[in-house]
């Protein structure tokens, strides 16, 4: 079911249980835990800064055109209004936090991810972007290409962004026993086709998370991204970019090759199927990484050869 949009301002339907974010970012007016009274359901209220309200109508629109999928957050409601202009977006609340703080809380006890959970988090994001970019759920599966579909880029693919919701009753296979993982955060994101807002090639999102051919935006720099969430996963660290010199502005500094130095996995700890694809996504030459339909056909097939087993996650490792 699609984002149910309303006209008029809903806030009033939702209680606040307390706030995430109070609005530091470009567009948005505060985030928070809130409460719906009809239900007693627990969402998160993102509310988009009157100045904003043309890029928050953007990502609305977006999220009205993706259907449920596992890989990513759902938009359960939104409002827009013209006067006074105000707009919000509901989302469903993923209570386990965030990938950031996860990678934080196993760097400062100086434990590894289990590889299981590297594989879990890289398919289910390889899959989530397979959809965005082609309209396709399940690349695993024999179907025609979907040719209405219009791509969508997220353009902010980074820790921050992933969040972690737990399933909340028993669950079947090895992967599904971990905690669902999905992408959010869509306030950067364009639908090619968009006449309004095509991805011309400006800065946004966060340069260290961008791929070497920034500021322009593709599926195959979106591959890019999702390996390095991946690298900082195995690394415990802040991705393959590494900090530039004093003296030396990010923006400069993030398009020159050696600011790109991906280091090699630990063979005693991480397998060589794992480095493998990894490699494929933090290739520096664009055509050279897979696209996201292949990237999930390779992991299928090197996860299973890798022959990893499930490791449960410590509690510790959540919000």
């Known amino acids: 079911m699609a984002v149910c949009i309303r006209t008029h301002n809903v806030e009033s339907g939702y209680q606040m249980i307390k706030p995430i974010d109070r609005g530091e970012g470009r567009m948005n007016g505060g985030i928070y835990i809130v409460r719906q009274r009809r239900s007693g359901q627990t969402f998160v209220e993102k509310r988009i800064k009157p100045s904003e309200i043309n890029i928050g109508r953007r990502e609305i629109e977006i999220l009205h055109g993706l259907e449920p999928h596992e890989g990513i957050v759902r938009c359960y409601e939104a409002f827009l209004t013209k006067s006074p202009p105000a707009a919000a977006l509901y989302f469903e609340w993923c209570d386990l936090g965030n990938l950031l703080c996860f990678i934080e809380r196993f760097s400062a006890y100086g434990i590894h991810i289990p590889e299981q959970f590297i594989w879990h988090t890289f398919h289910t994001l390889a899959c989530a972007l397979s959809y965005l970019h082609f ?185």
């Open 135 to 319: 309209g396709i759920r399940d690349p695993t599966t024999p179907s025609r290409p979907n040719n209405r579909w219009h791509t969508v880029l997220h353009r902010d693919i980074k820790p921050a962004n992933v969040f972690l919701k737990s399933r909340g009753g028993a669950s079947r296979g090895i992967t599904s026993a971990y905690p669902r993982v999905v992408l959010g955060d869509f306030g950067l994101s364009t639908r090619m086709g968009m006449g309004d807002f095509p991805d011309n090639g400006e800065y946004v999102g966060t340069m260290r998370w961008q791929p070497p051919e920034l500021p322009y935006h593709s599926c195959r720099g979106e591959v890019w991204s999702l390996g390095a969430v991946i690298h900082s996963m195995c690394h415990l660290d802040e991705g393959p970019v590494s900090r530039p010199p004093h003296g030396i502005k990010e923006r400069v500094w993030c398009e020159l090759p050696e600011a790109r130095r991906p280091l090699k996995l630990n063979p005693a700890v991480y397998t060589r199927e794992l480095s493998e694809v990894l490699g494929m996504c933090l290739r520096f030459q664009k055509n050279e990484r897979p696209m996201a339909t292949e990237l999930v056909l390779a992991l299928q097939l090197l996860a299973r050869r890798s022959g990893c087993s499930f490791v449960p996650l410590p509690a510790w490792a959540f919000d």
